[in-house]
């Protein structure tokens, strides 16, 4: 991808500080990815990858923090989020990532990228490394509140992603519910449910509905692609997240808690380093923002230069398999795009930070 692809990163709001997110750039440029680097020049250095890859552009100021995103967003144009926005916006790079204030990172990108046509909601979609499960899970933070017809546009821009970062031909969709029935589960739930079954998109092989999953099925290889409000997906992230480094935290200390568990724990050690590392929710690289013009990737702001580099290639890999085009087309085909222009009425304020 040497030269070929071009990755905008906002290196304010990192919570180990801007020097991960520089070694970040450094190693996606290992990888061939063009990268530049939107933040204070004097904490950056002189950062440069091979062949140059690597560029600073000098943006100090920061709305990670802001209390109101939206707000700071619009009224902040030399924030470095809305600068490595504004550089995607006007062709000048390819994508963005960024590890600040995810409220922010959907602002900038809803006003500066603008909604694809006929999309109603952007929606954050991560693929979530469960063992030999893996699974999508869409939306996780972007939209506190949504409709029927939001949930059946996450479904098809889920199973997209499924098909070009996974490698899953036809993407089994499921519904987040407290039940398999149709009839369980909210208003919303039901609705979308109705919709989702009477087909739309199957016959063009876009997704394979499987009805309602309950979450203790979501790690269980139930489905392909789980689909939940942000409010519902950003909590079930987040315990599964929980369960997962509690799980391994309390494995790690019994292997160390007499001689004999030491003993058996360095025979374990090469198989628990795998387990960790397949659980290692900075191996995914963070969340695709789906269903804006251009493509961006929101990691976690406690990231290490690992993740922050992982979530810079993610953005890569969404760029070369032309993730958008391929989500836009996947709707288009299950007639789930809007019919008219939408009214610019999205509310940022509501969304759960994924981060």
Not at 215 to 229: F, L, N, P, R
Request: no cysteine; hydrophobic share 45%; net charge negative.
């Amino acid at each position: 991808m040497a030269g070929e692809v071009t990755i905008a990163v906002d290196a304010n709001g990192a919570d180990l500080g801007t020097a991960e997110v520089v070694a970040a750039a450094a190693m996606a440029a290992q990888r061939g990815v063009r990268v530049v680097l939107f933040g204070p020049a004097e904490e950056l250095g002189a950062a440069v990858g091979p062949d140059d890859l690597v560029e600073i552009v000098d943006a100090p100021v920061s709305i990670a923090k802001a209390p109101d995103p939206v707000a700071a967003a619009r009224s902040t144009p030399d924030a470095s989020v809305v600068q490595a926005v504004e550089a995607v916006a006007q062709g000048r790079a390819d994508a963005f990532v960024s590890g600040g204030s995810t409220g922010a990172a959907l602002a900038a990108g809803l006003f500066r990228v603008k909604r694809d046509r006929g999309i109603h909601r952007p929606a954050l979609a991560l693929p979530v490394p469960v063992p030999d499960h893996p699974v999508t899970l869409v939306d996780v933070g972007a939209n506190s509140e949504a409709r029927p017809e939001h949930l059946v546009q996450f479904a098809f821009m889920g199973a997209a992603l499924a098909q070009v970062v996974l490698g899953v031909e036809r993407p089994r969709v499921a519904l987040l519910s407290n039940g398999e029935e149709s009839v369980r589960g909210t208003e919303l739930v039901q609705e979308a449910h109705r919709t989702l079954a009477e087909g739309a998109g199957q016959a063009a092989g876009a997704l394979e509905f499987v009805g309602n999953v309950e979450g203790t099925q979501v790690t269980q290889g139930a489905a392909d692609v789980v689909v939940a409000d942000g409010f519902t997906g950003n909590i079930a992230l987040k315990l599964m997240e929980g369960v997962s480094q509690t799980m391994l935290a309390a494995i790690r200390e019994r292997a160390t808690s007499s001689p004999r568990a030491r003993a058996g724990g360095l025979l374990l050690k090469p198989a628990l380093r795998g387990l960790r590392d397949e659980l290692d929710p900075e191996g995914p690289g963070g969340a695709y923002l789906l269903g804006l013009r251009r493509l961006g990737v929101v990691p976690h702001g406690r990231f290490t230069r690992y993740g922050f580099s992982q979530a810079i290639l993610l953005a890569a890999r969404g760029v070369s398999g032309d993730i958008v085009a391929r989500t836009h087309d996947a709707l288009r085909a299950a007639g789930a795009l809007r019919d008219r222009p939408p009214v610019d009425r999205s509310a940022p304020a509501r969304n759960v930070p994924a981060t």
